[in-house]
């Protein structure tokens, strides 16, 4: 694997698909791959040693005709730009430090599709799934060891996103990266619901991000709802007075980032204080009614940009990105 200097980003591939035909085999209502289900999370902990977020899901079996002949890769390459909407962050992005002492230093991996239409937010699991479905030979890709060992409870190292119409997988570390190099040159379609739609351009690029305990409080936002609350949570935050509605926030966005360290194996050496401004925002996951936010947040940590917070973020949710100015939470 090459080298890629700390936040200077570099293309592995770029290309830009010439207008393909959809093959006879699909046709013109190809069928619908089985939605890839997740396992549901074990119940958060609100209090000082949270339990694990749980991220799984079960494998369905691929087609054989995709796992007995893999799809060609593409003949032509072209140089395509990253689209703006997707290269940049929506508010002005803040500053990556050199990974010092007590920082963790992540390689992260993005693969952007531009599809022939707009994706909506709610299509991220029917991405999900046909990604997963497609390739299941790629453990990461679905979070499924086999059918004796069952699901594989982690934080994910591979989330999909839908941002700004156009999807995306991102990878976390070197073993995802390598994923999603393998599988670059085959994604030529995307099937949703039956319905396929063609992948006009897709990149490829990596960029190294810092993780781990800030001197000072950094802001950030949410730009899908984050799942930071489960069922049993929430019914206590709704009965509770506003002081301790603050403290049980509070103490899931600590919770979730502590989750979240133990599974890139990062060991957070000092307290981790927060502060929001956030607004509600009702989802449906998996035919369940939950409770979302979308907002403003600052901690004293270094989280780099698309990286999910929360239940389900191998689905999209709790995307955040890094804003200036550092903020103080006093």
Not at 64 to 91: M, Q, R, T
Not at 114 to 142: M, V
């Amino acid at each position: 694997m090459e080298k890629v200097r700390n936040r200077k980003k570099k293309s592995l591939a770029k290309r830009k698909d010439e207008p393909a035909e959809v093959p006879e085999s699909i046709g013109a209502n190809p069928p619908e791959p089985a939605e890839v289900p997740e396992s549901a999370e074990a119940p958060e902990s609100i209090g000082a040693n949270p339990s694990e977020p749980a991220e799984a899901l079960e494998s369905a079996e691929a087609s054989e005709s995709i796992g007995a002949n893999p799809p060609e890769p593409d003949e032509a390459f072209e140089s395509i730009e990253v689209p703006e909407s997707i290269g940049a962050n929506p508010l002005e992005p803040a500053e990556v430090p050199e990974p010092a002492e007590g920082l963790k230093d992540l390689l992260i991996g993005k693969l952007i599709l531009e599809t022939t239409e707009y994706l909506e937010f709610e299509q991220t699991h029917l991405f999900r799934g046909y990604i997963g479905n497609t390739f299941p030979q790629y453990e990461l890709l679905h979070n499924h060891q086999n059918e004796t060992q069952g699901l594989r409870y982690r934080y994910p190292l591979i989330q999909y996103k839908i941002i700004q119409g156009t999807a995306m997988i991102v990878g976390i570390g070197e073993q995802a990266i390598q994923v999603l190099q393998n599988i670059f040159p085959f994604i030529k379609r995307l099937v949703m619901h039956g319905h396929t739609l063609i992948v006009q351009n897709k990149n490829l690029e990596i960029e190294h991000g810092v993780f781990g305990i800030s001197p000072e409080e950094r802001r950030y936002v949410f730009i899908t709802p984050s799942i930071l609350l489960n069922s049993e949570n929430y019914q206590v935050a709704k009965k509770s007075d506003e002081a301790t509605q603050i403290q049980i926030l509070q103490k899931c966005l600590q919770s979730n980032l502590l989750s979240i360290s133990k599974g890139l194996g990062y060991t957070v050496p000092s307290r981790i204080y927060a502060k929001y401004d956030l607004t509600l925002q009702k989802v449906c996951l998996k035919g369940e009614s939950m409770i979302g936010f979308l907002g403003n947040f600052a901690v004293n940590f270094y989280i780099p940009d698309f990286l999910g917070i929360g239940k389900s973020s191998s689905r999209g949710y709790g995307c955040c990105v890094g804003i200036q100015p550092a903020v103080s939470l006093g």
